[in-house]
Structures are given as C-alpha cells and as structure tokens.
C-alpha cells in the first residue's frame, strides 16, 4: 500500500470512529405528546369540589353516617342488656338490626367518598337502661328516621339529582320500616320476647332485617336470598 493510501485509509477510521462517538452523546428525546385516542385523565375542577363540599344532600350523608354509627353501636348495648335480663329474643331483635345499622353506616360511606369526602362520625357512650325503656327509646330513634329524617333527605337528594344518595337513603328507611315494626312488636308483648332466642335475616346489601324468608331476591335490592345474613 502506498504511503497516501495509508493515510487515506488512518484518516477515514479516525472520521467513522468521531462519528459513531458523537452519535452516541446525541440526546434521545421522547415524545410526551398524548396519542389523540389516550387523552390525559383531568380533576375535578376546584369549582366542582367547592360545589361538593357544599352539597347539603353531603351534609346529611354525614349526618346520616353519624346517627347509624351510633346506632349500631347503642343497639348492640342494648342487646348486652337484653341478654342479661333474660329477653334472649329481644337480644337477638337488638343484634340483627345493629347489624342492619352497619350496614346502611357503610353504605353512605360509599357515597360519601364518592362526593370527594371522608365519612366523619363521634361515637357516643350508649345510656343503657332496662330492656323495656329500651324498646322503647329504639322505637322513637327508627320512628324518626323512618318518618322524618330519611324522606327529607331523600327529598334534598332527588332535587340535587344525586342518585347514589337517594339509592341508599331509600335502602336505610325502607330497613327502618321493618325495624320499628319489630320493637313495637317485642314492646307491646315484652313477656312473649323472654328467654331462648331468635333468628332473623339481614341483607348484607341493602341491611333489610325480616324474620322470615319468602322470596327468592331482597324485595328492595333484588339480592339473592342466599346472601341473607342469619343472625340469632
């Protein structure tokens, strides 16, 4: 070879090797652009969460959440109560509907979360008495939320057009129809109610509390009869 095609041929590697070394520090740029069908997921816009937290149909899930917490909480003192005096049925009666209580306590949770809040409850201590005044305090509380407190809420709910809301208020006071039935029941005829137990069923979706099963589906949720929770 000779000696310019030598140095021809030095100079061409030095030139490739320069080459590839400064395509290897050229920065590799990736694209953040969103693909037109993958559009970027977006929050609520601060207006709406405003919105939310004003809500007074917000305002009585959380007062609603409140009351059940406590109820199941009273409920379930009073069963203690019950079971100490010898009314084993009227304890029973007080378990599955505290059960019933937790129930509806979580399913205004669901929504409650779903309007962008945290269910906020302050349990109190229980005043236990005697199973008869009991009953009766059980009775005025269910009266109340069957009566007053639910249809008013589920009222806020539709005008707001909150379905979710008006879906479980409407599952709570239809539970809570069955409930007052039951404390009037033991209540009117307390000797009837002493010793032994009872069983009831509770639907674990909607917390419909019944002593007797004779239907295939929940006559308010449509749940299947085989879900219903047995609480004696």
């Known amino acids: 070879m000779s000696h310019s095609a030598k140095i021809r041929s030095i100079f061409g590697t030095a030139f490739a090797t320069v080459c590839l070394t400064a395509v290897a520090f050229v920065p590799i740029v990736i694209s953040t652009q969103q693909s037109p069908g993958l559009a970027a997921p977006t929050e609520a816009k601060p207006t709406q969460k405003i919105a939310q937290a004003q809500s007074p149909t917000l305002k009585n899930l959380q007062a609603a959440y409140n009351g ?19 009314y084993g049925q009227v304890a029973s009666l007080f378990r599955a509907t505290a059960r019933a209580e937790q129930i509806h306590r979580d399913n205004h949770a669901v929504v409650i979360r779903q309007m962008g809040a945290t269910p906020q409850n302050k349990i109190e201590t229980p005043l236990v008495k005697s199973t008869k005044e009991n009953l009766q305090e059980a009775i005025k509380g269910e009266s109340y939320e069957r009566d007053t407190m639910y249809p008013q809420f589920i009222a806020q709910a539709q005008k707001e057009g909150k379905k979710p809301a008006v879906r479980t208020f409407e599952f709570a006071v239809e539970a809570e129809k069955g409930h007052a039935k039951f404390y009037s029941a033991a209540s009117n005829n307390l000797a009837a109610w002493k010793g032994g137990s009872k069983t009831f069923y509770v639907c674990p979706e909607c917390g419909l509390t019944v002593a007797l099963i004779d239907f295939e589906k929940c006559p308010e949720c449509g749940e299947p009869k085989g879900k219903f929770e047995k609480i004696t």
Do not use: H, I
């Not at 059940?68 to 010898?86: D, I, M, P, T």
């Open 68 to 86: 059940e917490s406590n109820a199941n909480v009273r409920y379930l003192a009073f069963a203690k109560k019950a079971q100490e005096e010898g």
